[in-house]
Each structure stands twice: as structure tokens, then as C-alpha cells.
């Protein structure tokens, strides 16, 4: 039978011996190393955690069973043999959309025939092909004749209630400081209505001047009926389109004609605005000094870019990235306006 003073001297051996270790520990770990390791940093609180293992595994726990002595040792657990838990997946990318350009111009009606088309923000003006006259046609809210027109007087127009007058060319404000001194004086302007509430308005839009003659209201009346209005979206596409452009811009502006690809158009946001042109190379116009410019040539058409408010850098990448791949094929492959900046 073990003593109380057996107990005693096996314990304080075993502690002994604990002290031991650790001291060996510490000495072996204080040597020069000569295999430089390269730890993780995830790892890392591993590393730093192991000088205190030793301990752990040294330390005896007594136990006295029946009138006999134990010693029961923890089993040593090494964490750096623990493998180390995966690395979190990368999340996947989001495709960042690219910002959208907004189309704030409306086609709102269409003459048959090779007519030319500007459209503009609430307004849209016709040249049919017999020359001489123009057609603007603009939404209801934006009309209203007996307010536009001076000393205006009913007429009928193929069936429809109408009013001719006089008014400024393309409806320039009287009161406009800035315009109204450049528009000459007030010209012969019939107004009429289509079918949708849009008001369709004629005028002759010759430049006014000394041997200026303005067209008779009955023969605006005339040419009116004979142009077959329809109050459906104009045939306008575009045979290129642009992939990328600057963001916060919006479509305020098209000039083109109907069955031409090469649609000129403008782009603004706030001070700042692009213009794309697409113009036969026989018709190429000259580039504006004072302003940043990049030009083109393809395939029949010089394409320039202009801008304000954007260096050259910019107006280059817009131009590099038009898609000319349509240009030279049917009119039904031509890209919409809203296609042809989105």
C-alpha cells in the first residue's frame, strides 16, 4: 500500500519533471534557426499558441482508485496539425450595367416621299420634298393657336378645323430678345390638327430679306392637302450605333432623312453636349476650331464627333466605338433612336 509520503514524492516528481520540459522547450526555442519559415498570417495565432502546448501535455493529474495510485496524462492536441479552414469563395462579379441614355425627342409624324426630318425636344419639323415650305409638328400641350398665332382665322385644312395667321419662322417667341430681332418679319402660318391631337403647322421657311415673298395662305392650304400627313412615328433609323458614351447625357436632337443611314445626332447634358454627324464624303463640312473634334472616314461617310465640355480623349473613345456593321445594309436591319445610343 502506497504511503501519504509516497504520494507526496510522486507528486512533486512529476511536477519536477513538467519543469523539465518547459525549460527545454524555452532553450531549444531561443537557438538560431537555420530553415527560415514562412507562416501565413491566418495561421499565425497558431504559431504563437504552441510554446504553451507543453505544458499542457506535461501536466499529471493524481488520482487515487481503491487504494491505488494514477496518473492520467491529457493527450497532447497540436492545433497547427488542425487544417487550416478554407479560404471564403470571391464573391461573384455583378456586371455593372452601363449607364442608360435617356431619348427625350418624339417623332410624331411622318410625310411619305424623300423628306428631310429634324426632331427636337417637343418638336419636330418637316421639309417635304417639294421644297419651299416646312412642316413643324408639335404635341397638343405644346400649341395653342389662338395664343401663337396673330389675328388667327378659321380654315379647313383636308376636313380638319384649322386657323391660318402669322406668326414668327419656326415659331420664334416675339418676345425672345435674342431670336426675335434675327427672325425677320411675321409670315403667312396655317395650323391644323391630326388625328392624335398633335398640331401640324406650315410655313414658308425661306430666309426673310428684301426680295423676300411670302407664300399665300391658300396655297399653304393647297400644299397642306397634298402632303398626306400621318400622325404615326416618322421613319427615322439610324445605320450606326453607339456603344458607349459619357454618362448623364440624353438624345435632344436628330436631323436626317428618310432612307439616309447617316443621321446626324446630339447628345446634351447640362453645359456639356456631343454631336455625332455621319455626312457623305463629298459633303464633309470644316471642323470648328474651338472645339474638340475627331473624325472618321467610312465607307462613303465621314463621321466627326464634336463635343463641349469633354477633351479629345473622350470624343475619340465615343467614335472608336461606333458600330458601322448596318450601315450598308436593308433599312429594316437600321437600329431605332433608342436603339442607336443604347
Known amino acids: 500500500m502506497i504511503t501519504e509520503t509516497e504520494l507526496r514524492e510522486a507528486m512533486e516528481h512529476s511536477a519536477a519533471r513538467a519543469d523539465q520540459l518547459i525549460e527545454q522547450r524555452e532553450s531549444a526555442a531561443s537557438q538560431p534557426q537555420l530553415i527560415d519559415l ?11 499558441r504552441r510554446s504553451w502546448l507543453p505544458l499542457a501535455a506535461a501536466a499529471a493529474v493524481a488520482v487515487v482508485a481503491g487504494g491505488g495510485l494514477m496518473l492520467a496524462v491529457r493527450p497532447t492536441h497540436d492545433s497547427s ?11 461573384p462579379q455583378r456586371k455593372v450595367a452601363a449607364p442608360r441614355t435617356d431619348v427625350a425627342i418624339t417623332n410624331l409624324a411622318t410625310i411619305p416621299g424623300n423628306s428631310s426630318y429634324s426632331l427636337e425636344t417637343g418638336m419636330e419639323t418637316i421639309s417635304p420634298p ?30 380638319a378645323r384649322g386657323y391660318a395667321g402669322h406668326a414668327l419662322i ?25 388625328g392624335d391631337g398633335t398640331w401640324l403647322v406650315m410655313q414658308n421657311f425661306m430666309a426673310g430679306g428684301p426680295d423676300f415673298t411670302d407664300v399665300p395662305v391658300a396655297t399653304l392650304v393647297h400644299d ?5 400627313v400621318q400622325a404615326t412615328p416618322a421613319p427615322l ?16 436632337g436628330v436631323d436626317g432623312s428618310v432612307g439616309d443611314p447617316g443621321v446626324g445626332l446630339m447628345l446634351t447634358g447640362g453645359r456639356k453636349w456631343i454631336s455625332i454627324e455621319a455626312n457623305p464624303t463629298a459633303a464633309v463640312g470644316l471642323p470648328m476650331r474651338d472645339r474638340a473634334s475627331a473624325t472618321q472616314q467610312i465607307a462613303g461617310y465621314s463621321v466627326t464627333v464634336t463635343g463641349t465640355g469633354y477633351d479629345h480623349a473622350t470624343l475619340q473613345r465615343v467614335l472608336d466605338s461606333l458600330d458601322f456593321s448596318r450601315l450598308h445594309g436593308p433599312q429594316t436591319g437600321w437600329w431605332t433612336l433608342d436603339q442607336a445610343v443604347n
Open 130 to 159: 417639294m421644297g419651299g415650305i416646312q412642316v413643324m409638328a408639335l404635341p397638343a400641350t405644346r400649341f395653342d393657336p389662338t395664343r401663337q398665332l396673330t389675328d388667327p382665322q378659321p380654315v379647313s385644312v383636308a376636313g
Open 38 to 48: 514562412q507562416v501565413p498570417s491566418d495561421r499565425a495565432w497558431a504559431v504563437r
Open 237 to 252: 433609323r439610324s445605320g450606326y450605333r453607339v456603344r458607349w458614351l459619357p454618362a448623364g447625357l440624353t438624345l435632344t
Open 224 to 228: 397642306a392637302e397634298q402632303l398626306g
Open 81 to 91: 496539425a488542425t487544417p487550416p479552414a478554407p479560404a471564403a469563395s470571391a464573391a
Open 170 to 194: 419656326y415659331l420664334i417667341d416675339p418676345d425672345d430678345p435674342q431670336q426675335a430681332s434675327k427672325a425677320g418679319a411675321p409670315r403667312n402660318t396655317v395650323a391644323w390638327p391630326a
